[in-house]
Nanobody, 123 residues
Framework: VQLQASGGGLVQAGGSLRLSCAASRRTFSNNAVAWFRQAPGKEREFVASINWRGSNTNFADSVKGRFTVSRDNAKNTVYLQMNSLKPEDTAVYYC?????????????????WGKGTQVTVSS
């Protein structure tokens, strides 16, 4: 599986972005998918996850109420909708595919990682 995250960019605080994570060469419709982010000088952290059917989602406390995650298995794509963005959301965002149909959001259970996409939120 090759994953490609896209949709990042520069946005003002309070703005919105939608990230996409598309897979090629193989479907991940039976796998949970998670988003992570890494800010300069910080460790990679969990942001959000979605199970294989899209019926269950989880979010880091820092993004609850602002971010949503969804998926379109027919398009082999997962989305991260980010609203009310804050400067502290600035990071490189990565999508990853879990080995299972559900995920606890641990990097250790991810089997495929996409290249990140930069999100920069200006104040």
């Amino acid at each position: 599986v090759q994953l490609q995250a896209s949709g990042g960019g520069l946005v003002q605080a309070g703005g919105s972005l939608r990230l996409s994570c598309a897979a090629s060469r193989r479907t991940f419709s039976n796998n949970a998918v998670a988003w992570f982010r890494q800010a300069p000088g910080k460790e990679r952290e969990f942001v959000a996850s979605i199970n294989w059917r899209g019926s269950n989602t989880n979010f880091a406390d820092s993004v609850k109420g602002r971010f949503t995650v969804s998926r379109d298995n027919a398009k082999n794509t997962v989305y991260l909708q980010m609203n009310s963005l804050k400067p502290e959301d600035t990071a490189v965002y990565y999508c990853a595919v879990d080995k299972s149909s559900v995920t606890g959001g641990s990097p250790s259970t991810m089997i495929y990682w996409g290249k990140g996409t930069q999100v920069t939120v200006s104040s």
